[in-house]
T-cell receptor, first 113, second 113 residues
Framework: AQSVAQPEDQVNVAEGNPLTVKCTYSVSGNPYLFWYVQYPNRGLQFLLKYITGDNLVKGSYGFEAEFNKSQTSFHLKKPSALVSDSALYFC???????????FGSGTKLNVKP | EAQVTQNPRYLITVTGKKLTVTCSQNMNHEYMSWYRQDPGLGLRQIYYSMNVEVTDKGDVPEGYKVSRKEKRNFPLILESPSPNQTSLYFCASARGGNNSPLHFGNGTRLTVT
């Protein structure tokens, strides 16, 4: 069975500090991994994706994610958090035949000034 | 502007009264999908469509119907809504292919009493 786990319901970080939002996955075949962000009363917005190639993927708004095949993880990172980064973050995985996406339960990121 | 448009944004109805949530995209995307978002569960896929007249079940299709008569439209139909279908619903589209990110609408908050 394919699944995504986000072990932290909430992450708190001070503005200017680095942040990490964790994601682990289980999928048969090669994974296609995505991060999305959701602001209040809005739909999800695409941040970045991993398909193949470099394990460190750079995305929008200064976010990056590190793919680790041996640990089946795809953690979202940012070197210096902003208050405006406060939102709900979702990790998602797609199977190789691209018909289904599986989402994690979401992690609420709180960045305090 | 490229977008996915859902209507209505908010809907309150009673058990058993048929309803339709519309979804339209203007990006000529082949792939469209419906999700429901519930606290602690993330997003779960209801139905998806790879192209016109091609639809298939996601992980939680019970109580829902869809149709894809035109490429741009993908309505979600609840023939006989029940209170357990109270949720936040999102429509999404993608260009197609294994590495295409999803573009989401702004959501429809449905309450069934």
């Amino acid at each position: 069975a394919q699944s995504v786990a986000q072990p932290e319901d909430q992450v708190n970080v001070a503005e200017g500090n680095p942040l990490t939002v964790k994601c682990t996955y289980s999928v048969s075949g090669n994974p296609y991994l995505f991060w999305y962000v959701q602001y209040p009363n809005r739909g999800l917005q695409f941040l970045l994706k991993y398909i193949t190639g470099d394990n460190l993927v750079k995305g929008s708004y200064g976010f990056e994610a590190e793919f680790n095949k041996s640990q089946t993880s795809f953690h979202l990172k940012k070197p210096s958090a902003l208050v405006s980064d406060s939102a709900l973050y979702f990790c998602a995985v797609s199977s190789g035949n691209f018909n289904k996406f599986y989402f994690g339960s979401g992690t609420k990121l709180n960045v305090k000034p | 502007e490229a977008q996915v448009t859902q209507n209505p944004r908010y809907l309150i109805t009673v058990t058993g009264k048929k309803l339709t949530v519309t979804c339209s995209q203007n990006m000529n995307h082949e792939y469209m999908s419906w999700y429901r978002q519930d606290p602690g569960l993330g997003l779960r896929q209801i139905y998806y469509s790879m192209n016109v007249e091609v639809t298939d079940k996601g992980d939680v299709p019970e109580g829902y119907k869809v149709s894809r008569k035109e490429k741009r439209n993908f309505p979600l139909i609840l023939e006989s809504p029940s209170p357990n279908q109270t949720s936040l619903y999102f429509c999404a589209s993608a260009r197609g292919g294994n590495n295409s990110p999803l573009h989401f609408g702004n959501g429809t908050r449905l309450t069934v009493t």
